[in-house]
């Protein structure tokens, strides 16, 4: 969405997309060469492309009221790509505030790029704004939308801790028990990821239960087993399997930051696999 500075047109969410490849670039850099002041620079770009993106769906939400519509950028494929990247990225930088895991910043700001990158460049995708459809006049949207999203952007940190996991289990096992130095200790990752799991399980609770309220009030039903309705049950009950098998036989480490990954994956399914793939209540989030 384009910015006025200057009497120029700048086009804050397309420049904030290679801001976040310069920070994926740092970070990578950083792991690669073990240098700690290229994580410093790629955090201070990161956060950069954040402000960026955070200007732009500001300007695009304005734009909505100067078109006559006046709604949330949340609305349609292109502005909820837009969104759960920048709660991706928000979750990133307070989780990176609590922990200083620096490390963590290249697969999430991999994955920003390419959740803003996809919105900008696929033809799949219609950029434009437009009035929301009946369904979507509701004040549960901002709810519904926003509580799921973070949800998931809590669960992409778990995944990016759990693979970092399998990364220090793969060679501390083949170093005979030489720990990677630039990564955080396995029992740091293992607590994060849990921890995330934890946070990201109650906001997509809060989101099904938000959005079962929404359903009544747009079309008279709780539940109607539409696909996405379908597929976020079933992403809530692998993490609480996670949950159970954590927290009753104090299951950790290798087979937990497996099972953390997996449930990633029926994330993304559930948010961009179901509005793709399959058709229901929820196509209007589709292209």
């Known amino acids: 969405m384009y910015i006025i500075i200057g009497g120029h047109q700048i086009n804050a969410l397309g420049i904030a997309t290679f801001v976040y490849v310069g920070a994926m670039f740092l970070y990578l850099f950083g792991l690669v060469f073990k240098r700690k002041t290229l994580d410093v620079t790629g955090f ?3 956060v950069s492309a ?5 200007v732009g769906l500001i300007a695009r939400w304005v734009r909505s009221y100067h078109l006559g519509y006046g709604h949330i950028p949340i609305t349609n494929l292109y502005e909820s790509l ?6 991706i990225a928000l979750t990133y930088i307070i989780v990176d505030l609590k922990y ?7 697969p999430i700001s991999l994955t920003a790029f390419v959740f803003m990158a996809y919105a900008s460049f696929s033809t799949n995708v219609d950029t434009r704004i437009e009035p929301l459809v009946p ?4 004040n549960w ?6 509580t799921s999203f973070f949800g998931y952007a809590f669960f992409a940190l778990a995944f990016g801790a759990s693979v970092f996991y399998l990364i220090s289990h793969w060679y501390t096992k083949h170093t005979n028990g030489k720990a990677l130095s630039y990564l955080p200790p396995m029992k740091v990752l293992d607590d994060m990821s849990y921890k995330l799991i934890i946070i990201g399980e109650v906001l997509l609770a809060i989101g099904i239960i938000t959005g079962a309220a ?3 009030y747009a079309w008279g039903r709780y539940w109607s087993w539409d696909p996405k309705e379908t597929w976020s049950l079933i992403t809530f009950l692998i993490y609480i399997v996670y949950v159970h098998l954590r927290y009753s036989w104090g299951w950790h480490g290798r087979a937990a930051a497996i099972f953390a990954i997996i449930g990633f994956l029926f994330v993304l399914f559930t948010y961009l696999g179901v509005n ?10 589709s292209a």
């Open 50 to 54: 954040f402000l960026l993106e955070t």
């Open 135 to 138: 369904a979507l006049k509701s």
């Open 82 to 87: 837009i969104f759960l990247s920048w709660t």
């Open 44 to 46: 201070a770009v990161f």
């Open 100 to 106: 200083k895991i620096r490390k963590l910043g290249f």
């Open 276 to 285: 793709l793939v399959l058709s229901g209540l929820h196509s209007y989030g």
């Open 214 to 216: 929404w359903a009544d």
């Open 141 to 146: 949207l901002i709810f519904h939308v926003v």
